[in-house]
């Protein structure tokens, strides 16, 4: 097999013959271009790539990716990929699936993939609404969202997406939006740097069904205020200027003013090893940042533990050491034998 | 009183007792050993629905039936001929398979009050008192106390001791069909290895067995079979799962692809799982999903990668494989698909057989959407019926669905194993890579067998998307032409119906290829067809059998045979399937032998169906 | 230049534009003005596959035809007289759709550089030059100067006056086809009630369109078509998906059950949902679940509770549903399952129309496992056979397949609509409570109709408990018992057999009730067909139609039919499922006409088809 | 309809007529009890009851209350007792379920229900293992188990079911195990008192495929030291004399002794109602206890949120009002209709 030189590959190199598709202004465009761009920074021949997708708008990316891809069916790419990756773990695999695909009909496979770690990376595209069934409520849906099913406005309770994956033991957890094309980037870099599946939910504008669900953290005006952008080791800050942080009394976390006796120094941390500060960043939640605490964007959470398919390996190559060479006759004959003549 | 030794033609004995009795392995046993004395030989082993319902309760009964013989046997016989009990409730549940005048070895320590309650009898019953006066041998033996009295020296607690009682009885049958005791002493110091006084006693137990048996004169009579004209080679008893597992394993040593099983647990197909887990030194990967879709799709995703992607269930879950199967068609991709059918519609009689999902395997999905369909005949068939289903899939990138039951899954019989030399190649190659000036790669295009290219991730200038989009032919491109569509519909139903190119023409099973009546059956039916056949034939009856083992598609000259008998009859444990299947494509009236009781034909009904329609011609 | 005014029997016309045209609100306001005038008609949308294509390309073109006439009309037309395109696009997408000679109204505003590049002419291509060479008559007109002029005293933006450009081209068509403009008017007040302003420019686009046509000499004729001679009554637009639920929710008044209906979104079976979601006042719930398994669980979980459950979706939702629906059928609840077919195998085409999941509804579950089949036949006969289907589900407790298609679905046609009182009634009885000293209550004894008592939690002393596994007779115990087995199996099949006892004989759609051919339908090519035969016979030729609602089980009557004409035909847009199954159960050699192109048929290509099937006679 | 006279039904009354049909010794059996107990104690008629499982062993439950029931299928009971309990807000509803029904094929069901919050009770007979189906490994099973399907060890990381569902948005979290069974009966009616979707996770012995998977907790010697029995407002105190409890500094749990100047007082008091220290509480979960953390019996958390179908009914009951009576003659006719004479 030829090894590609991977070195002088370009965005343009991941950019697939195939007509784009999706509603003009759609979020999809800058997620697709910033995959394309970070591409090339991975030092993986595009042969070594595979994107695999479920069903919906989001889900038709892999057709724009001239890499390997499958779109496979509504909420089931975690399965197809799983086996895929498990059979041949040499591969680069990443999953591209909506809030409708990933949440609703496949929920259960995103949480079974995230406990298993096996190294794929998951872009989870939400928008919360169902694009390509021409506007449904999702599962990530604000509660009394009207829409083509729910008239008179929706009543369940959302998922928050990144508390789910931790309650699954995911160990990756990560949020970024379609309009800050430079940090989706950095963190789709980190997402594949991170050995064992990673979740990368990315707010995306669903410009036809659901237009402006995100423009309190998207609008550059407002998203200083709205949006808290995570680094390993550095404090919890926010606001334009950098006016305010984030304190932790005990268990109980509180906006605090920087200035007047308050200094970066008294701010909670950013430790993305931490799973208990991770799960209380994901309950930085409510619609409208209404309890005042600001959406996390960045990298919520990171664990090393073996990745599933490594795991695999390792079994596969201990039998094959353990029973010796495979045994075709021996298999067929079994242990009791008898001859007619 | 001295012994009269019977010579007999065939034998039919059955093992019943509780769950706990172990009689699966005294009946595997008695297979063993009788096989080595080269009888032909069928079984059939019937186990209780629950895991382990309360014991001495008729839900807790086991058993096991065996029948050989020295000439051709097929079927694992309707009724037994000695049948032992373990216990009131073992009775109670077997009685109905005892042949009139038969005989009963009964352990009457099972027959104690509590016994006879827990069995439903009442506890002032005397069942074996009333079975004597039914025509019916009856030989009371204290298993239990006898067995103790034996090991009594052996240093293992009564509990211990109490296990061996199946060993006690094995050898009492053991004389009776004067059976050579060696392959189940080599049997029992192996399993035993690391407790060699447990393998000790045992073989005590069978040892005392045996000469309980002959020092009383609790019989008349013993029973020689003389050694069956088998074809010679070298044998082996498999069940039909086990031959499963090594087909698998076969076909990927042979074609040289790493296999991967996704799979969830289900009766009666969990044994695929558990055996292919066990194959991993053979480059099988097995992986237990979280469901069937996951279990499927990830077989197919890995297929995508290169291997041989293989995903086994039975009715309920193979429901919830429909969708994926269908992109597997459209995908076109190697993939075998398990189906071992059990009794349905839904949870059904879950440990029972039924044949009953061909339609859907044949029609049951949404769309258009061809697969191919071959069915196993028998425990043994097992093995180059999924070794050809493998060999289908590679050589046309086509799901084949492999139609297995619940009978032949657990039913056991010697296997005329092949050499790895002896088997077919299975040829893979995936499609080579390309430099950049190359023309650009085109994943529909077709070869001979209307195959496309098998193109796998990790090979340079073939990147390409599939996806369950009707694509354009030869680009794969997503594409809404309504001729495409058409052209392509056609183009995988034409695929579908090419194998029929490669597949041996259908050979007749007994009798003539013309004549009167023809007995048309396909799966887990064939031993009790062809010894039914077989007899009628015996008494003179103009009765000719096929049996089909591919489904979907048929062989080419099936028409031409269908065609050459004044009636065609089709028996199947359902309610009419493959008779659907014939009267549509071929146009011939053919009738139906259906009954959808959950066990195996009996023999003698299918010579009553015969015998009636031949009267009725 | 004076102006002919031409008689025509029927006409059809086709709307194309970009998705953001406007073209099925176009087209929708001509059918209803058309209907009021007293025409037939029929229609066809013709969406494009994505949400939103980008604007200007063949991909985001969205059409509308419309066939109406003085004369019966069953189907939406093969080719049109008139094709009005707002741009280069929609030229080139739909030319092929235009008869030879026929009319293009084009807007050449949408001609410019920048759309003949995105219809990927390329930007010096003069395409309307072109087609006027090709014996098309063209007719610019510059919509957009034209409707800015119009506007330009509105006070709207000019984004906002752009947008009822569609409406000028309507006046355009309605002063060529004499139609009325108050309905319009209407329509636009009541939708714009809120924006008054938006209303009165449209309103005065469509004039203003029509006083263009009437003042310019760009037609040289304009057409005039008497009413139709049609049924008398009280009649309503519909499409096929609204009538559906307006028949459910009929249902739900009728029998006074509550209705639930679990379902989970998809193309193109999601207006049921979202229509059914307007309709709580009637008491019909619906609950958008996680996904389809949970869907029909969902519904059949309320069917236990007393509610009529529903659950609706499309192939590869369907799919899905398999396991359920088995037990659903072994439950013996009363559930209806809309399957409102696409164009497949797997994703397919999904906004195309197909009729290839017949076989599946018939056969494709696990086990023995008989549900009911019903199809529509048209968009408004959606109303009576989910009608129907709501009370055969509950009248024998049992599933029912309802079969739609994307081209019903989404089509729209007169409905001569009932009042409430017309409908057939549908009495419900639950079983009743019990006291202690009654008799245990058995839940699976049967009444005449072998449906079992509907016994809903709350009810005193029935307190009783429904499973998969199979179940005693009467009692609804669990029961391993073969002979139980086979007799249950039978049981839910004669069930399903017997529900053709209360199901209407099959009547002549066309012709004599004997002949040289007969002509076999189902489904969704109702109309083409029967325009097809209606053309044929008016020829003289010898052909008669059924066509059937009831797939399984069929009417009583259908084999007598089928064995009076020398010859069968069975056309369908699938690769033969419904002749299989008149193949297999009449033993009639009938013969198929099948196109899978997810699309109708075309009136001409069927009318070949009986042809040449009455030529080989 | 009649109403029954609750008052004097006992435990036996719930019991149906058909021959029990688990293993000798089987946790089940206990579990059965417990229910059969706590049913008198609700007041609620018996015909007013339903118990809706999936497949299993445990799943089998149904068939011996004499209540209504639905035995369904793998994974789905959640779905049926939706449509159910939705349609029909006046019973009580029960699921019973197992490791491999709920969290395997049904994890997504499990999960969509807990974040709806439909009142309905799941009690999830937690063995750690596949029983009806003779011993496969579950999502529960812990690394390393050797199984049927597993003869080398099981490699995935196992579900913390309790972590799951807080993740997921559940409103009522409880464990407890076949063999306390008054505890178990107490925590069963808590259960039932919660309005909303209460999860009950018990341990339970299955003692042909997984026996002892619990002795640690079960064992009447060890249990003292290895669980922690919450009680709401109580300190965290544990071990054989009550000698140890738990602290927290910060956000971080910590075992204490008591005494030497360490007093309940200090402790980290049980307050059912933190999400976030429920959470904490979850993940006291090592294998052994290995960590020194006890494992927590009782609920962990309670949260009060509008029971999904109560929303439901009052959407449908403003509908109602809102439009009026419904005029089916109105429904067939439409807006626009013409006669033709
Ligand atoms: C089994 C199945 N059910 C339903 C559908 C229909 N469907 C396609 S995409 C989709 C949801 C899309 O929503 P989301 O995943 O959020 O993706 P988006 O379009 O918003 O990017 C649905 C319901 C399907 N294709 N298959
Ligand atoms: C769709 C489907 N897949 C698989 C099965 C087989 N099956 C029945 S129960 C079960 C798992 C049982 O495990 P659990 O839920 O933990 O219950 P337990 O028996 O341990 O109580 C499986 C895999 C089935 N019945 N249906
Ligand atoms: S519908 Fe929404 S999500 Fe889909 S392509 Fe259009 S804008 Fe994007
Ligand atoms: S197998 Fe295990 S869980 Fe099932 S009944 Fe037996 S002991 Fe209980
Ligand atoms: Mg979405
Ligand atoms: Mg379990």
Known sequence: MAISTVSNLSSKDFSSDQDVRWCPGCGDYTILKQ???????????????????????????????????????????????????????????????????????????????????IDVNILLFNNEIYGLTKGQYSPTSKVGSVTKSTPLGSLDTPFNPLSLALGANAGFIARAMDRDPKHLKDIILRSEQHKGTSLLEIYQNCIVFNDGAFDLYTDKVSRPETALYLEHGKPLIFGKDNTHGIRLDGMRPEVVELGNGVSADDLWIHDENDHFKAYLLTRFFAVGNEDGFPRPFGVLFEQERPAYEQEVARQMAYAKKRNGDADLEKLLSGDETWVVV | MSIKEVIRETATIRF???????????????????????????????????????????????????????????????????????????????????????????????????????????????????????????????????????????????????????????????????????????????????????????????????????ATEVFTERYALAPAKIEPGKYRNITGNEATVIGITAAASKSGLPVFLGSYPITPASDILHGLSRMKHFNVMTYQAEDEIAAIGSAIGAAFGGSLGITSSSGPGIALKTEAIALATIYELPLVIINVQRAGPSTGMPTKTEQSDLLQAVYGRAGECPVVVVAPQSP???????????????????????????????????????????????????????????????????????????????????????????????????????????FMTHMRENKRNKVADILPLIQMEEGEATGDLLVVGWGGTFGSIKQAVYECRQEGLNVSQIHLRHLAPFPRNL?????????????EINNGQLIRLLRDQYFVDAQGYNRVRGVPFSVDELKAAFREALESL
């Not at chain 1, 773990?89 to 009909?105: A, F, K, R, Y």
């Not at chain 2, 050579?180 to 069978?206: G, S």
């Not at chain 2, 050589?395 to 005329?416: C, H, K, T």
């Not at chain 2, 004044?566 to 028996?571: D, G, T």
Request: charge should be negative; proline fraction near 6%.
């Open chain 1, 35 to 117: 995959v394309q761009n970070a591409m090339p920074e991975l030092g993986i021949p595009k042969e070594n790539i595979v994107f695999v997708a479920g069903i919906g708008c989001s889900s038709r990316f892999p057709y724009y990716m001239n890499t390997y891809g499958m779109h496979t069916i509504h909420g089931r790419a975690p399965a197809f990929a799983s086996g895929l990756k498990l059979s041949r773990p040499d591969l680069s695999v990443w999953i591209i699936t909506g809030d409708g695909d990933s949440l609703s009909i496949g929920g259960n496979h995103l949480i079974h993939m995230l406990r298993r770690n």
């Open chain 2, 16 to 214: 019943a007792g509780d769950s706990g009795d172990g009689m699966q392995l005294t009946g595997s046993q008695f297979t063993n050993t009788t096989a080595l004395a080269g009888n032909d030989l069928s079984t059939l082993p019937d186990f209780p629905a629950e895991i382990r319902a309360p014991a001495g309760t008729v839900a807790g009964v086991s058993g096991f039936q065996i029948h050989f013989g020295s000439r051709a046997i097929h079927s694992p016989g309707d009724m037994c001929d000695v049948l032992i009990v373990m216990n009131a409730a073992a009775l109670k549940a077997n009685i109905k398979y005892l042949k009139p005048g038969g005989v009963i070895i009964a352990n009457i320590d099972g027959f104690g009050k509590k016994d006879l309650n827990l069995a439903k009898y009442g506890p002032e019953a005397d069942p074996l008192g009333e079975v004597g006066t039914q025509g019916y041998t009856v030989i009371p033996v204290d298993v239990t106390k006898l067995t103790r009295e034996s090991l009594k020296d052996s240093g293992l607690t009564v509990k211990d001791i109490d296990r061996s009682k199946n060993m006690f009885v094995l050898g009492i049958v053991y004389w009776l069909y004067n059976r050579d005791l060696e392959p189940t002493r080599n049997f029992l110091r192996t399993k035993f290895a690391k407790k060699p006084e447990v393998a000790e006693a045992n073989i005590t137990a069978l040892e005392d067995g045996l000469k309980f048996a002959m």
């Open chain 2, 380 to 486: 043994a068939d097992c093995f180059a019926s999924i070794y050809e289903a493998c060999k289908i899939a590679t050589q046309f990138m086509i799901p084949v669905m492999f139609l297995s039951d619940g009978y032949i899954a657990n039913g056991a019989e010697p296997w005329r194993y092949p050499s790895a030399a002896d088997l077919d190649d299975i040829p893979v190659q995936f499609a080579r890579s390309r430099e950049t000036d190359d023309e650009a790669f085109k994943p529909y295009t077709r070869n001979e067998n209307l195959a496309r290219p098998w193109a796998i991730p990790g090979t340079k200038g073939l990147e390409h998307r599939i996806g369950g989009i009707e694509k354009q032919h030869e680009t794969g491109n997503i594409s809404y032409d309504p001729d495409n569509h058409h």
């Open chain 2, 559 to 571: 028409g031409e045979i269908l065609g050459n008998f004044k009636k065609v009859l089709v028996p």
